[in-house]
């Protein structure tokens, strides 16, 4: 069983930052990719990025477009997002993901453990 707990939501204006951090707990083990996704009231939950354990293989959905980064400390166990020139539309509760394994880090149904998500609001 793994615990994670997402925090750093906030509100900002358009064009500013935010960094989102992950905490994760319990049994977690060196084969685990961890992932970001994202989900605006009505929309299906989306992919933002992910990260293999070792951090050697980086995947961002197209709409990041340069503007957020991914990384993860297996050191103290968590997972950010840098997100920088934010837009109205990332405006959504990002949760953050961990799976067992090397499967496609863009696929939410490979992922076994989430948090419960934090709070992005980006006002224009």
């Known amino acids: 069983q793994v615990q994670l707990v997402e925090s750093g939501g906030g509100l900002v204006q358009a064009g500013g930052s935010l960094r989102l951090s992950c905490a994760a707990s319990g049994r977690t083990s060196s084969d685990f990719g961890m992932g970001w996704f994202r989900q605006a009231p009505g929309k299906e939950r989306e992919f933002v990025g992910g990260i293999n354990y070792s951090g050697t293989m980086i995947y961002y959905e197209e709409f990041v477009q340069g503007r957020f980064t991914i990384s993860r400390d297996n050191t103290l166990n968590t997972l950010s997002l840098q997100m920088n020139d934010l837009k109205p539309e990332d405006t959504a509760v990002y949760y953050c993901?961990?799976?067992?394994?090397?499967?496609?880090?863009?696929?939410?149904?490979?992922?076994?453990?989430w948090g419960q998500g934090t709070q992005v609001t980006v006002s224009s």
């Open positions: 993901a961990a799976m067992r394994g090397a499967g496609p880090l863009d696929h939410y149904d490979e992922y076994e453990y």
